[in-house]
């Protein structure tokens, strides 16, 4: 059985980036120390930390001195590589566990879970080889083509219109493994972030209506306003996720919400997410407290959320005619401005967000794009 961590003991983070940073801030709050582990210097998280141990992922030595020097340890990305892992577990307990990063961090293995649980998700095949492209039909397009792993914002996948681009679809990701989805026509994307405990009890923010730009998290809203039926279905499919994985820690389930009605699982993140962000400010316990909470065996907190709520990114775009206008952003003195501390602004890079609250998630929702307009600089430097 394993032991509650109190304020005071000493938290691992696997990765550096803006969530990362978040957690740290939480911890930190908590009364907690926080060591980073990541290649990075001055990084998001390294900012707040205690620590920053800056070594490679295969440097395992590094690993292994970083896992005997805290108590518990999570990661804020999916990508931990399976010996980098196997190292840490040796010396400090994970969460989630390997096994949930074993499933999450490959689409196959996720998407047979999903449906091994009796889960709906987005109809897909599986691709090992080429040979595997025989088996697409007209009926299976268009579609998009992702990587097995790795991606993420929309990086590793293609979307294809007609069998006929495929082939060259398949060329193009050179990987070993992948997934041909079918393209889901959906009325929104939702997201449900979970939280569960050690001794097995969950919490659950949402859903929160997601809308996407390049296939970036753009803007996230939350409540719905979406009738009630399908905002229990989809907290049941998370809340089923979580027990069948058996999940300690944060984990969101991303879905469509296809134009028939039904609710499709589209991924698992096992990890805060960006939808999420919103909590930080609207919800009486955010999900990266949750998260400290979860891994450390206290109990999970409230996340009653008070007010209408809205987030929205800001990505490295915005900064194509300077730095952005912050005053203007903190003039609006409800609006709450989160930035990573990320020195070089790229596009699509996220580089901070957002929030708002408001008396509508309509009015919310506007009143977060008007601000992020707000912030661009319009005077020639
Ligand atoms: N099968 C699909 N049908 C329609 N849109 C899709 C489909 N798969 C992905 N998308 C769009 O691309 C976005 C990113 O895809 P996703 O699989 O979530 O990858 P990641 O978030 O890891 O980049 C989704 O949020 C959605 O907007
Ligand atoms: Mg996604």
Redesign the pocket.
Known sequence: MSRTILPGATLGMLGSGQLGRMFAVAAKRLGYRVHVFSPDKDSPTGQIADLEVQANYDDLDAVAAFAQDVDVVSYEFENVPVDMLETVERYAPVYPGGHVLHTAQH?IREKTFLQSAGIPV?PFHAIHSAEDLQKIGNADVP??L?TATL???????I?IESVDELKAAWQELNCDEAVL??????DS?LSVVAARGHDGTTEFYGPIA?S?SN?I?DISVTPTGLPESVANEAIEIARTIMTELNVVGVLCV?F?LASNGKLLV??L?PRPHNSGHLTVDAHVTCQFEQQVRAICGLPLGATTQPRPSAMANLLGDLWQNGEPDWERAIAVSDLKLHLYGKQEARVGRKMGHLTVMADTPDEAAKKARAAREALVNNSPS
Do not use: C, P, S
Request: charged share 40%.
């Open positions: 689409r987005t579609g998009v992702k991606g993420y914002d929309g990086k590793g996948q979307k989805e079918r393209w889901v026509d959906f994307e997601n996407h296939h998290l991303e469509f589209n991924e993140a």
